[in-house]
């Protein structure tokens, strides 16, 4: 029973500094929402209970959790803003009764790792302290609180940058505004905790002092990369925050096995995967929950978004590839897009500026440059020329083309769906094919060429003497 603890993440206020008419925590760095980070860190630690303080856009922040797939999250809400520590006093009774321990995380933290949070719960499990609180030096305190420590090393007070004086301004040691409390007492304390005249809110960093100035230990925790503790203001400190997070994401896939030319340049989510001896260019975004086989290479500024690649695909520069699926082997680009729904078979070639959706693609296909191929199905071994087309949609509703395998699509043909050709035929080049084609024959669907010999001379030397005479 001892031993048991609950979270509670406060994510109730507007950000007015953030300058957004959405919620702040409901903005993304390093492909998550500022929330979502936070919740998943304190979520690998198995709390008894994990709360979210909800206010500002409340639907909209517990909707975006709840499509975020994160299980066992509840809900407080605050309704009127009126600081942190009314924030925690709003769901009173549900934090009380939930554990003798509370630890209270900001909802704009996303660089903190359930790896920390350990480490600092520990530390206040160790230290019987009625409080801890979790603390970082930094190079430039500027806009933290300060941490005022006793001649025994316990925290006196937290004095906000406004209200320091030049000494304590020096202080590089800063409150994070993450804490672990004593349940009883936070909330013994919370009930003395008075109105501030100017903001008007009731703050959490008042119950430090009151703890303190009545002899209760006030622990603090300092944490080994101050980073990890950064708070988000504006939207250069989410370009900041958003680049450490891509850098952790690349530097895990790195040791992984992967090779990432300019690290720097590269976006990767979180819940990506790549297999070790892959080779990823600069310039490279891979998005949602895509997944890269072992020994692939994914060409300089491709955008591969909740898509699976086997083994030793080659992406090319350029393509844009979207909730597809590409067997081992294949090779695409450069200047590819597969929207949702295109599958490619081993060893198949597409090229340059081919568009493929909604497309079952066999092995050892060619398409290699200017193509669209949607709602079709080719089977192994076509080979598709330059141009060529599939007339999918009539204005009302998409129809299916199906090639059969080993057939030869000549250059600039046009597919009118649905339609059907059969196995090892061939299409002539710049046929319009309307009708379903037998296997092994010929297709020609084209107008006879008329050729006039001199005709051209006969209308340049008209065309001359017209001028003239204007």
């Known amino acids: 029973m001892k031993d048991r603890f609950s ?24 492909g998550r929402t500022l929330i979502e980070h936070v919740v998943r860190a304190a979520a690998e630690l198995s709390p008894s209970s994990l709360f979210v303080i909800v206010g ?38 549900k934090l009380l009764s939930a554990a003798p321990l ?50 025994d090393g316990s925290v006196a007070a937290i004095v906000e940058q406004k209200s320091a004086s030049p000494e304590q301004r020096a202080i590089r040691e800063i409150n994070s505004g993450i804490y672990c409390f004593q349940a009883r007492e936070l909330f013994a304390a919370l009930a003395r905790v008075r109105l501030d005249p100017i903001k008007k809110e009731y703050y959490l960093t008042d119950v430090i002092g009151l ?43 790195m040791l992984a096995g992967v090779t990432i030319h300019a690290p720097e340049t590269v976006r990767i989510d979180p819940d990506v995967a790549v297999g070790a001896d892959t080779e990823i260019e600069p310039g490279a975004i891979l998005r949602g929950r895509a997944r890269i086989g072992r020994n692939c290479r994914i060409g300089a500024y491709s955008v591969i978004t909740d898509s699976v690649l086997d083994a030793d695909v080659t992406i090319r520069a350029c393509c844009v590839i979207t909730e597809s699926r590409i067997a081992a082997g294949a090779a695409v680009g450069p200047f590819s897009h597969l929207r949702p729904g295109a599958e490619i078979g081993e060893g198949s070639q597409i090229g340059a500026f081919v568009e493929l959706k909604k497309s079952r ?98 209308r340049k030397t008209k065309s001359g003497k017209q001028k003239a005479k204007s």
């Open 211 to 253: 703890l303190a100035r009545r002899g209760q230990h006030v622990a603090a925790f300092l944490a080994s990369d101050a980073s990890e503790v950064l708070g988000i203001n504006n939207r250069a400190e989410l370009a900041q925050v958003d680049n450490l997070l891509r850098a952790r994401k690349a530097r895990e896939l």
């Open 361 to 458: 693609i066999g092995r050892g296909v060619h398409a290699h440059h200017l193509a669209y191929l949607g709602d079709a199905t080719l089977g192994d071994r076509v080979n598709v020329g330059a141009g060529t087309i599939t007339c999918n949609y009539d204005g009302v509703k998409k129809h299916q083309t199906v090639i059969g395998e080993d057939v030869f699509l000549g250059s600039g043909t046009e597919l009118v769906a649905p339609v059907r050709v059969g196995r090892g035929a061939y299409v002539a080049a710049g046929s319009t094919i309307t009708h379903n084609v037998p296997a092994d024959a010929l297709a020609v669907a084209r107008a006879r060429q008329t050729t006039k010999p001199g005709w051209a001379a006969r």
């Open 56 to 93: 500002h856009q409340a639907d909209a922040v517990m909707a975006q959790l709840q499509e975020s797939g994160v299980q066992k999250v509840k809900f407080i809400q605050q309704r009127k803003q009126l600081g942190t520590g009314h924030a925690l006093r709003s769901g009173r009774g």
């Open 7 to 30: 979270v509670a993440i406060l994510a109730a206020g507007q950000g007015t500094r953030f300058r957004s008419r959405r919620a702040k925590v409901l903005h993304s760095a390093g």
């Open 102 to 151: 509370l630890l209270v995380i900001c909802g704009d933290t996303p660089l903190l790792t359930a790896a920390t949070l350990r480490k600092f719960l520990a530390a206040h499990r160790k230290s019987r302290a009625a409080a801890t609180v979790l603390t970082a030096e930094m190079a430039d305190p500027s806009g933290y609180g300060r941490i005022l420590r006793s001649t």
